[in-house]
């Protein structure tokens, strides 16, 4: 993967090479790249995440190797997912052939293999995880802005899913409730529909969360453990997903699973980026 994890996804015991294989051998193209030839430069923009079919890729930040990708590896999705410029150079060291989806051949293999979807928040949850216990361990948890507020889902986006939940509206929460508390179990994610909540480690605020934003779902992902504690800033209300919601969301509503994805893949590089 071309994140600061310098384990390719392959490694990781939630990858699937064989729903992988199927998502880009349906929707993708086939490349080869040359021996020394680059997939993408750090720094770069690209929409183009890879499965690698024959060869071996050298993962480079600032000339220094990160890591060697093998045969049915991805690399290079976070570019797709978070649609920011590449933190890692991808080359070559030999004749190499790969499967590739573009961003919309990504969004078309989500809607066709939902699993892929969990795959990789499965994938990048353990990452965040990962992080965050080196933070603790090394009492370098990042800080918040107080004007940095954390969303996920645009107006129409939260709509639809409160309509979804006609049976079970969003409820109320006053203001300094604790919402969930760090170390317990997770049954729930919550999608804040109004007001504002506080995220933090360890007494630490580490994000602010805003309208459209959600808090709790790398429980659901996992079901793991709570990584953080959430308490309602103000007034607020928040709309409940339980793990068999999530499943059905991610399913049913491809849209939902992007943007999931992608704020989980958010948290990540920024909190790999304050690492540093």
Do not use: W
């Not at 430069?41 to 060697?68: A, P």
């Not at 709570?226 to 308490?231: D, G, I, L, Y």
């Amino acid at each position: 993967m071309e994140l600061d994890f310098t384990q390719p996804a392959a490694q990781d015991e939630a990858y699937d090479p064989e729903v992988a294989r199927k998502c880009f051998e349906s929707f993708g193209k086939t490349e080869n790249m040359a021996e020394m030839e680059s997939f993408f430069l750090e720094g770069q923009s690209s929409e183009k995440m890879y499965l690698l079919v024959e060869g071996e890729v050298s993962l480079l930040r600032n000339k220094k190797t990160l890591d060697i990708v093998k045969p049915g590896e991805i690399f290079g999705e976070m570019a797709v997912i978070t649609q920011q410029p590449r933190t890692a150079t991808a080359m070559a060291r030999k004749f190499c052939q790969a499967l590739v989806l573009d961003a919309k051949q990504f969004q078309q293999a989500i809607q066709a293999t939902p699993e892929f979807a969990l795959m990789l928040m499965n994938i990048v949850n353990h990452r965040l995880r990962l992080t965050l216990a080196l933070m603790k361990q090394t009492a370098s948890l990042p800080s918040t802005d107080d004007r940095d507020e954390f969303t996920v889902f645009d107006k129409r986006m939260t709509e639809e899913l409160v309509a979804a939940f006609r049976s079970r509206p969003p409820q109320a929460f006053p203001a300094s409730r604790m919402i969930m508390k760090e170390g317990d179990a997770g049954k729930n994610m919550y999608i804040l529909i109004r007001g504002k909540v506080t995220v933090s480690i360890q007494g630490n605020i580490v994000e602010r969360v805003g309208p459209g934003g959600v808090f709790g779902e790398m429980a659901l992902v996992d079901q793991g453990t709570r990584a953080a504690s959430a308490t309602a800033a103000t007034d607020c209300q928040l709309l409940t997903i339980t793990r068999p919601d999530f499943l059905d969301l991610v399913k049913n509503k491809p849209g939902f699973a992007v943007s999931l994805l992608k704020a989980i893949a958010e948290r990540l590089r920024n909190m790999t980026m304050q690492k540093k």
